[in-house]
């Protein structure tokens, strides 16, 4: 079980990281890419982008170093929190693909989350 969480954590934090890089400091590619970002000023896709990134790292180093591992949980919890957020904002835009991939991540989430309590 253990290396499965790890396995999952580790998939998770580079997604998490990678997306949240590209919505923090490239913004232009992101409103190319991306078109519900569009609906939201720089400063909200920034944002939205620390947190991934922030969530990505707080999915591996707590638990990694063994300082507040909790910090883990909580990081899978609130990333979680972040997809549910974006199930709303893709199926107001009828965007069924990306609802999909945040239904499969926030299941992810939520199992590392009680994995690692």
Same mark, same amino acid.
């Given at each position: 079980?253990?290396?499965?969480?790890?396995? %999952?954590?580790?998939?998770?934090?580079?997604? @998490?990281?990678?997306?949240?890089?590209?919505?923090? @400091?490239?913004? *232009?590619?992101?409103?190319?890419?991306?078109?519900?970002?569009?609906?939201?000023?720089?400063?909200?896709?920034? @944002? %939205?982008?620390?947190? *991934?990134?922030?969530?990505?790292?707080?999915? %591996?180093?707590?638990?990694?170093?063994?300082?507040?591992?909790?910090?883990?949980?909580?990081?899978?919890?609130?990333?979680?929190?972040?997809?549910?957020?974006?199930?709303?904002?893709?199926?107001?835009?009828? *965007?069924?693909?990306?609802?999909?991939?945040? %239904?499969?991540?926030?299941?992810?989430?939520? @199992?590392?989350?009680?994995?690692?309590?």
């Amino acid at each position: 079980m253990n290396i499965a969480l790890w396995i %999952i954590q580790g998939v998770l934090a580079l997604m @998490f990281v990678m997306a949240g890089m590209m919505k923090a @400091f490239n913004y *232009e590619k992101v409103k190319a890419s991306m078109p519900w970002s569009s609906d939201y000023s720089k400063g909200t896709v920034n @944002f %939205i982008g620390w947190s *991934e990134l922030l969530g990505g790292i707080g999915l %591996i180093l707590p638990f990694a170093i063994g300082v507040a591992p909790v910090l883990t949980a909580i990081a899978a919890i609130a990333l979680a929190f972040v997809m549910v957020l974006a199930v709303g904002v893709h199926a107001k835009r009828k *965007e069924n693909q990306a609802i999909g991939m945040n %239904i499969i991540l926030v299941v992810l989430l939520v @199992f590392v989350a009680i994995g690692r309590m």
